[in-house]
């Protein structure tokens, strides 16, 4: 299913039962450079706004990106997760302050859980209100091993359907077995190779076409249907437009 992304000033309800879902744009700043120009993200508009949100750990990460681009894609993804978690907390964005759970995964006090993936120039967050979520999104790509990586990760019984199927459609169908994975480790923190953790039951995973080329897939306990979910693209600051 596509998703339709809605810009909105009003920072959105939550309650119990709801899902949202955020995208960040994380592309170049169409200074004509396509990405690949020498200036670091910090010296653009978007990028002077956004690098005060980040704690100095994050900045720091973010300094240690060798190519501009993933550095952009990375203050923009984290600024972002702090500017949208700013609406939920009533929070500054700049004192938000994460923890980790026992296995890794970050959070912030409260009910409020949440989960970031990053794939490209695109990010997406997930936020629930005392359920637990877990998010992954990818790019199509074709060119790569799928089999190798299946045999390594998926089940039997997702190998053979691999196997099976058309190879023109093999991308497609490896790419939402790796999501629905990804996903479902996410929601926990537990690790590709270790083993999942205890759960009160299997979460519900659901999969989503964020943007063409893309496949996401979310995991939480009690998921609403998609009528239901709620969906909104970050309006970045230091752009007339997101």
């Given amino acids: 299913m596509d998703i339709h992304w809605l810009t909105s000033p009003l920072p959105p309800r939550l309650e119990r039962s709801d899902l949202h879902l955020w995208l960040i744009p994380c592309g170049p700043e169409g200074d004509g450079s396509g990405g690949h120009g020498q200036d670091i993200p910090e010296s653009g508009a978007r990028g002077a706004a956004l690098w005060p949100l980040l704690s100095s750990h994050e900045q720091e990460r973010a300094s240690r990106f060798r190519l501009d681009r993933h550095r952009h894609a990375y203050l923009c993804a984290h600024a972002g997760l702090r500017l949208i978690l700013a609406h939920y907390l009533g929070q500054a964005p700049e004192v938000i302050r994460f923890t980790r759970g026992p296995h890794g995964k970050p959070a912030v006090a409260g009910p409020v859980e949440f989960n970031l993936t990053t794939s490209g120039d695109l990010a997406l967050v997930a936020v629930r209100l005392g359920h637990a979520v877990g998010i992954d999104c990818e790019r199509i790509n074709p060119h790569r ?74 995991a939480s306990p009690d998921l609403p249907p998609r009528s239901a979910w709620q969906t909104h693209r970050l309006s970045l600051p230091g752009l007339a437009r997101g």
């Fill in 145 to 218: 091993d799928m089999i190798a990586i299946a045999r390594r990760l998926f089940s039997a019984h997702e190998i053979e359907q691999l196997q099976a199927c058309d190879p023109q459609e093999r991308p497609r169908l490896f790419t939402r077995f790796w999501t629905a994975l990804e996903a479902r480790v996410k929601l926990t923190g537990s690790g590709l190779f270790h083993p999942p953790l205890a759960t009160s039951g299997e979460p519900d995973v659901r999969h989503f076409i964020p943007q063409p080329g893309y496949l996401a897939a979310i």
